[in-house]
């Protein structure tokens, strides 16, 4: 089996290739496994290279050393690929997706990541895209999506740039008109946001939906109608720790296997942190699966959001 490294010189507060290149052919070499490093030029370029090495046929553990975004890119070069398993080997800004599990520092190991368990887990497909956490339309997208413009100033790493970018963004408006089709209901009318979650975790530690299960077959879905400015700072603690059910007269719960979404103008699309726009959305299980490893003996399935720091 081969070891392919990933890794994004842009994940993160600065550029880590150095860093990573000498924790992976130090450990590599002691284990004395076939492995290789590639190093990124371009967003998009992790998709190619991952997909490049699965369409070979050959045995691949893929390691994606960056954040959220390097694992998106590298999910979706994967997806579908038998002969490949993924992993992240974290590094980015908020390392969201790994919270899922009890212990998310071990991500930061290679030894442990390279004495792995596996799953496999489902894909989030939205439009001509692919996702592997979290997807969501309107006020949120817009403040998932603009982080990336906060996290590298000083003091607002993680979480802390997720609220500069927050605040920002209520400032600018909160709601958008959209009809939204989902479990055979049409809901026409103004909408905060649209959260769609395969993984649980984002934002730099939101977890919306603590029951999310990335392989379950399903998505798990929150509607959030209209809401005032006035409103977002009693909302936004509840809604960040899962609280959704104290909040049913704001927001609607789904577990789904697809939504549309039609806005009245292109919208921005939150993909795993990852900016798109579009003016119709269509979300739904990709029939694409992804094996993804982990350290042994890590538990996903009932790990607790408190556990997680």
Not at 147 to 170: D, E, M, Q, W
Not at 246 to 260: G, N
Request: hydrophobic fraction near 40%.
């Amino acid at each position: 089996m081969k070891h392919l490294f990933i890794i994004n010189p842009a994940a993160g507060s600065k550029n880590r290739t150095e860093d990573y290149s000498e924790v992976i052919h130090k450990i590599c070499r002691a284990r004395n496994v076939d492995y290789e490093i590639r190093v990124s030029t371009a967003p998009g370029e992790c998709t190619r290279i991952a997909r490049e090495a699965a369409q070979t046929g050959e045995e691949l553990r893929i390691y994606a050393c960056g954040g959220d975004g390097t694992l998106n890119e590298v999910a979706a070069g994967a997806a579908g690929y038998e002969n490949v398993a993924i992993t992240v080997f974290s590094g980015g800004s908020g390392n969201d997706f790994v919270k899922l599990f009890d212990d998310p520092q071990a991500f930061f190991d290679l030894h442990r990541l390279m004495d792995a368990d596996e799953a496999v887990f489902d894909m989030i497909r939205c439009n001509d895209d692919l996702a592997i956490n979290i997807c969501s339309v309107g006020l949120d997208a817009r403040i998932g999506t603009d982080v990336s413009r906060y996290k590298r100033l000083p003091l607002l790493h993680g979480f802390r740039a997720y609220i500069a970018s927050t605040v920002v963004n209520v400032v600018k408006g909160i709601a958008e008109h959209y009809v939204v089709e989902i479990d055979g209901e049409t809901i026409d009318a103004e909408q905060t946001f649209v959260c769609v979650c395969n993984g649980r975790f984002y934002g730099g530690g939101f977890n919306p939906i603590p029951e999310a299960d990335p392989a379950d077959g399903k998505l798990d879905v929150l509607l959030v109608k209209k809401i005032s400015r006035a409103q977002v700072p009693a909302i936004i603690g509840k809604y960040k720790d899962g609280r959704y059910k104290e909040l049913s007269d704001i927001a609607r719960y789904f577990r789904t296997d697809s939504i549309k979404i039609t806005c009245d103008k292109p919208t921005p699309i939150n993909l795993d942190g990852e900016l798109r726009m579009a003016q119709a959305v269509e979300m739904k299980v990709a029939k694409e699966k992804i094996r993804f490893f982990y350290p042994k003996g890590l538990s996903w399935k009932n790990a607790q959001p408190a556990a997680v720091k």
